[in-house]
């Protein structure tokens, strides 16, 4: 009986200096575009550049109008509350000021009302996201 030659495997490719590969391309402009500067094709999937999506007004791949929504970023409870007790801290300094009978700085008025207002926007979505959860 005759022994089977094995085929040779297969040599990789050399590298080559004139071929560049980019995974994430605009179709508009034909430039890199990173995947937290870009719009998304609802139908195809495409990025885009979010400037050459407006300027084009629909997708250069599909010619479809919807863009993809971005969800809002995510928010974990040690975040909402670690805003929370930085609230009342800071709204028991305003208070124990007041109770001194001295007039609260502009600093901390100006300080607690960023801190409630981003308590707020950070809770309105830690709740959000605990909804879709179910």
């Not at 609230?87 to 109770?99: D, E, N, Q």
């Amino acid at each position: 009986m005759k022994e089977q030659e094995q085929p040779e495997p297969p040599r990789p490719a050399p590298e080559r200096d004139d071929v560049h590969v980019a995974r994430n391309r605009c179709p508009y402009c034909r430039d890199d575009v990173a995947p937290e500067e870009s719009t998304v094709c609802q139908s195809c999937l495409t990025r885009h550049h979010a400037a050459c999506w407006d300027e084009a007004g629909a997708c250069s791949s599909c010619g479809a109008h919807a863009a993809l929504e971005q969800a809002p970023p995510r928010v974990s409870g040690f975040v909402a509350l670690s805003l929370a007790f930085a609230c009342a801290a800071s709204l028991v300094s305003l208070l124990t000021t007041l109770a001194r009978g001295q007039d609260p700085s502009t600093v901390q008025a100006v300080s607690l009302g960023v801190l409630l207002m981003a308590a707020l926007v950070t809770g309105a979505r830690y709740r959000q996201q605990q909804r879709r959860r179910g």
